[in-house]
């Protein structure tokens, strides 16, 4: 039971920042669009990566540095091209930025949720790398992956979910614009941290 709850706190506490992702399942939250795959999708990823993590794919990542370096570009690319597409959305305003407004698809939201989690390289290194070692810490390891894994499911389907408490502040083209801002302005400073590591 220790290393379940350890677990669960230590998932919960790399998890919470904003990034890049949480960003996306928030705005996917307030247009109340896709929600329930958009949670499922990052809460499954999560526990992928935690398993991979407590079984040992971190010493992976670490004898081969020209892997995490490649997903290091790789994902700084992405971050700017998807905060340069909310930068756009926060000048252009109008009716594309309300709830109700034209939105992608499930399978179009799917793959920029998708490349958000698989391209960062913080999720693998919060979730394989540092959770990995933590966890070696504990006399049970994978008891301890699933406590973060279970962390990482209420994390997401409260973020998801929760975001619908903020609807009605969000409700005016202006409120959608600066939120598409603050997004874009997370994204390019996480790409930008990227780049400088």
């Known amino acids: 039971m220790m290393s379940y709850a350890a677990g669960f706190g230590t998932g919960l506490s790399l998890i919470v920042a904003i990034g890049a992702q949480n960003a996306f399942v928030l705005r996917q939250g307030l247009m109340r669009r896709h929600v329930l795959w958009v949670c499922l999708f ?3 990823s999560d526990a992928l990566l935690i398993l991979l993590g407590v079984t040992g794919m971190a010493r992976i990542t ?3 540095p020209m892997l995490a370096e490649g997903m290091r570009w790789a994902g700084a690319a992405f971050l700017i091209w998807y905060g340069a597409r909310s930068f756009r959305s926060a000048w252009k305003g109008g009716d594309a930025l309300r709830p109700e407004g034209a939105s992608r698809g499930l ?3 799917l793959a920029i949720i998708a490349a958000l989690t698989w391209l960062n390289p913080h999720v693998w290194l919060d979730t394989v790398i540092l959770l990995g070692a933590v966890s070696a810490q504990w006399p049970d390891p994978l008891v301890f992956g699933l406590g973060a894994m279970t962390g990482s499911f209420a994390f997401f389907f ?3 979910y929760g975001a619908r408490l903020l609807a009605p502040v969000l409700s005016r083209p202006g409120a959608w614009r600066i939120l598409d801002a603050a997004i874009g302005v997370v994204m390019g ?8 590591e």
């Open 158 to 160: 409260a973020l998801g």
């Open 62 to 64: 670490r004898s081969m």
């Open 42 to 44: 990052c809460a499954l």
């Open 189 to 196: 400073s996480i790409a930008l941290g990227l780049i400088l």
């Open 107 to 109: 399978a179009g939201t």
